[in-house]
T-cell receptor, first 113, second 113 residues
């Protein structure tokens, strides 16, 4: 079965500090992993994806994610947080038959000035 | 903007009524999927359409049905509305293929009273 876990409901970080939003996954076969961000009353915006290759994936708005196969993790990172990064972040895994995404429950990121 | 548009943006219906939500896919995308996002939760997969055929379905009852048209636009129909159907309904489109990301519309906020 495919599933995604985001163990933290909320992450608080000061502006300028590095941030990490955690994600672990369970999937049959090779994982296709994604991060999305959702601002209030908006749809989901694509940030980045891991398909194969380099374990460090770079995405939009300075975000990157580190894939770790042995730990089945795909943590989202950013070297220096901005107040405007405050939003809801979702990790997702593509199902083995590619027909659907499984989303985590989301992590609310609060970046304080 | 992603190019995926949904209508209407907000809707209020009475329990037992029927509702139709609409989605226009991003240009060049032939696959569309629908998600239900309850308040404070991650999106839950309803179903996916490819070439006007449903090719994947989540754990939703048959009163949730859909259509995809030759221009790849799509509809989500929900019959016999229940109070628990109140949620944000998201449409997402992508090109067919396992490694393609989905682009989401801004959603339709459905309230059932």
């Amino acid at each position: 079965a495919q599933s995604v876990a985001q163990p933290e409901d909320q992450v608080n970080v000061a502006e300028g500090n590095p941030l990490t939003v955690k994600c672990t996954y369970s999937v049959s076969g090779n994982p296709y992993l994604f991060w999305y961000v959702q601002y209030p009353n908006r749809g989901l915006q694509f940030l980045l994806k891991y398909i194969t290759g380099d374990n460090l994936v770079k995405g939009s708005y300075g975000f990157e994610a580190e894939f770790n196969k042995s730990q089945t993790s795909f943590h989202l990172k950013k070297p220096s947080a901005l107040v405007s990064d405050s939003a809801l972040y979702f990790c997702a895994v593509r199902g083995v038959n590619f027909n659907k995404f499984y989303f985590g429950s989301g992590t609310k990121l609060n970046v304080k000035p | 903007e992603t190019g995926v548009t949904q209508s209407p943006t907000h809707l209020i219906k009475t329990r037992g009524q029927q509702v139709t939500l609409r989605c226009s896919s991003q240009s060049g995308h032939n696959t569309v999927s629908w998600y239900q996002q309850a308040l404070g939760q991650g999106p839950q997969f309803i179903f996916q359409y490819y070439r006007e055929e449903e090719n994947g379905r989540g754990n939703f009852p048959p009163r949730f049905s859909g259509l995809q048209f030759p221009n790849y636009s799509s509809e989500l129909n929900v019959n016999a509305l229940e109070l628990d159907d109140s949620a944000l309904y998201l449409c997402a489109s992508r090109r067919q293929g396992g490694n393609t990301e989905a682009f989401f519309g801004q959603g339709t906020r459905l309230t059932v009273v």
